[in-house]
């Protein structure tokens, strides 16, 4: 209630990198706590009650197992994506070489403006847009959100969904 738990959930990546155990903190713990609520509340007030730590580590151990595993299957699948829409994008033609650029951009960002494509692939802003057309009707690789016509911005929609997808 008081919000300790989910500062301490968020901690808990910070210092395993801290520690150099993780190069990033990439590890968030808290869907499987959230999974295992019932669990996680017991071995919490065992190492309140009767100091069973040991208890509390190997279930901390699981979650970490766990976590770390659909990470990597995570990973494996946007992989296969990326690989996937490249082949793709290659059909493209002449627009092929700065729609690899424009992918290339969104699998580091999968929500962006035109703008911030540009800079990230150094496209001028026309030929952001220009080729931004394709992705969305030809291939459906991106989807754009506002509905406008200026200040358009841009999702990776099948990178999201990966994302999205429930860890079970």
């Known amino acids: 209630m008081d919000g300790n738990g989910r500062l301490g959930r968020l901690l808990i990546p910070l210092i395993l990198v801290e520690a150099g155990i993780l190069s990033e903190p990439l590890l968030y713990l808290s869907v499987f706590f959230k ?3 019932q669990v996680y509340y017991e071995r ?3 190492v309140r009650v009767t100091g069973d730590w040991e208890a509390w580590l190997l279930f901390f151990v699981d ?6 595993n659909q990470a990597v299957a ?3 699948r946007l992989n296969q994506l990326r690989e996937q829409d490249k082949v793709r994008v290659a059909e493209l033609g002449r627009q092929a070489g700065s729609a690899g650029l424009l992918l290339d951009a969104l699998f580091q960002q999968p929500i962006a403006n035109v703008a911030h ?3 990230r692939t150094g496209l001028t802003p026309a ?4 080729v931004l057309t394709p992705l969305e009707d030809t291939l459906g690789i991106v989807h754009e959100l506002t509905g406008q016509k200026r200040n358009r911005i841009f ?3 099948a990178y999201i969904d990966i994302l999205n997808q429930d860890p079970s």
């Not at 030929?127 to 220009?130: A, D, M």
């Open 117 to 119: 494509l540009s800079e």
């Open 63 to 68: 979650a970490v197992a766990e976590t770390a």
């Open 44 to 46: 919490l007030q065992q």
């Open 127 to 130: 030929t952001v847009g220009r």
């Open 35 to 37: 999974k295992h609520r």
């Open 74 to 76: 995570t990973a494996r």
């Open 155 to 157: 999702a990776y929609r």
